[in-house]
């Protein structure tokens, strides 16, 4: 049985677990497994990420280059980019990104690709986890026939799981270790095998019957957020339509012990998951004639902010008796949340792009994102000073880091749009 040969190999710290993909999700993962013991080996198509892991230093936030230093130096921890050594893990973990395409559809190329490499060295005694969140139905209805197309047989030569990521960027409550695990095998025996694996580094994990049910209760957090942020965002222009306060009505709400969770409205949404791992779920409801309907309304309600903040923009601008084309507007914060680099899908890039199309000169504050290049976007990051924010026709607020000087703002700025309190209007109410 080689559930029960892996399940030695794991308690006896003898098993090498090998994570393809060091990104947000992977480098910390590879990290908790090396620091626990395990000989971890970290597969990267990117060389310069493999070599300054191999250099002990982090690119990754929550991870301090230190701690990377102490486990590459003790040989713990190594990263390459060749994937023969895939043959030398008893345990591969695959964090590679899913995007969407154009189109909205899964784009799981990455994960094919990863599980390419897999394929071509596939040997008895393996366990092979995705970790990259997908539709339901990845890990048997797409892995598993590539892996059986070697002529080895699932439970009798490997194990195949599927275990969604729920790491939280600049979270430092809550990391690997402290975050419960859910994990479903494709077998049994793939189940216990992951979920023994991962009870090696994370306090508390969940089995669940199938990987099916694991991939799709990832699609279900994330949806779960993707709503209620749209419902938040809906109630903010709601309330800026009643001349009501929405924060003071959001936490009144709040107030009540049970049956309402608070959720904030904001720029819209960003990052590599709310926007996109609905889309995932969406698409293969579609294949199965069933309209995601709920997916669709967040989608457009979160996708319609950043156009709602410009308009906030323009109004201010015209209060001042100005036009945007050749107004100055100064972002703060152009990362998607707050305390983070990361750029992906931030309403920031939207923002930016609707001022550029009025003809507004758009200049941006990051503490976190010295550079900018997106698309057609080029910028970088002006330092956030009294002269700066004179400057500027209108500041727009739009990311709410912990490093940004709020008062030189109101101090010194003509005019501000915070897209982190929905204001009511002044004048009567309607
Ligand atoms: N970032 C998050 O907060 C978060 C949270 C939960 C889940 N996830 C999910 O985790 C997965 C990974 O996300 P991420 O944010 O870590 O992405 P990322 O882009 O930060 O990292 C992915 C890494 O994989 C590498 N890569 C790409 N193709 C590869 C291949 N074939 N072989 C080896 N390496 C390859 C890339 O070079 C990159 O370094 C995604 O499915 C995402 O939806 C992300």
């Known amino acids: 049985m080689i ?133 339901p139905g990845t890990t048997d209805e797409v892995l598993l026939p590539m892996f059986e197309e070697t002529g080895s047989k699932l439970d009798e030569d490997f194990l195949l799981a599927f275990s969604p990521e729920r790491v939280d960027p600049g979270n430092p409550q809550f990391q690997t270790h402290n975050i419960p695990k859910v994990v479903g095998g494709v077998t049994p025996d793939s189940t216990a095998a992951a979920a023994h694996l991962y009870s090696q580094i994370v306090n508390d994990v969940h089995a669940v019957s199938s990987a099916r049910v694991a991939e799709a209760a990832k699609l279900l957090e994330n949806t779960f957020r993707a709503v209620n942020i749209g419902m938040a965002n809906e109630m903010a222009r709601l309330c800026y339509a009643l001349n009501i306060d929405t924060w003071e009505v959001i936490r009144a709400a709040a107030t009540k012990p049970f049956g309402f969770m608070p959720f904030y409205p904001g720029p819209g949404i960003g990052g590599h998951c709310i926007p996109l791992d609905p889309h995932y779920l969406a698409w293969k409801m579609r294949t199965l004639n069933y309209k995601t309907r709920f997916i669709e309304l967040a989608g457009e309600l979160n996708a319609e902010m950043p156009e709602f903040w410009v308009g906030k923009v323009v109004d201010t601008l015209n209060d001042q008796g100005k036009a945007v084309r050749r107004s ?48 057609n976007i080029g910028l970088s990051s002006v330092p956030l000073t009294a002269e700066m924010l004179r400057q500027a026709d209108c500041v727009i607020i739009v990311t709410d880091h912990a490093a940004i000087d709020y008062k030189l703002i109101s101090r010194n700025a003509r005019a501000v749009v915070d897209t982190r309190h929905v204001l009511p209007r002044a004048g009567p109410r309607p």
């Open 328 to 375: 100055r507007v100064l972002l703060v914060g152009v990362a998607y949340k707050k305390n983070i680099d990361d750029i992906r899908e931030s309403p920031a890039l939207d923002v930016i792009r609707l001022l550029h199309l009025r003809g507004a000169e758009v200049s941006y504050h990051d503490p976190h994102v010295p550079v900018l290049k997106e698309d």
């Open 3 to 135: 559930k029960d040969e892996l399940i030695q190999l794991i308690t006896e710290r003898r098993a090498r677990v090998g994570v393809v993909g060091l990104g947000y999700v992977g480098l910390p993962l590879a990290v908790e497994f090396a620091g626990s013991g395990f000989a971890a080996i970290g597969f990267e198509v990117d060389q310069s990420k493999a070599d300054r892991i191999n250099a002990g230093e982090s690119y990754i936030g929550d991870i301090e280059s230190p701690t990377v230093k102490k486990l590459t130096e003790s040989k713990q921890l190594q990263a390459t980019t060749d994937f023969n050594h895939l043959r030398d893990c008893d345990a591969i973990v695959i964090c590679v990104p899913t995007p969407l395409r154009k189109t909205k559809e899964p784009d799981i190329s990455y994960i094919m690709a990863a599980a390419e490499e897999i394929k071509q060295r596939l040997r008895r005694g393996q366990l092979i986890i995705l970790e990259s969140t997908t539709y």
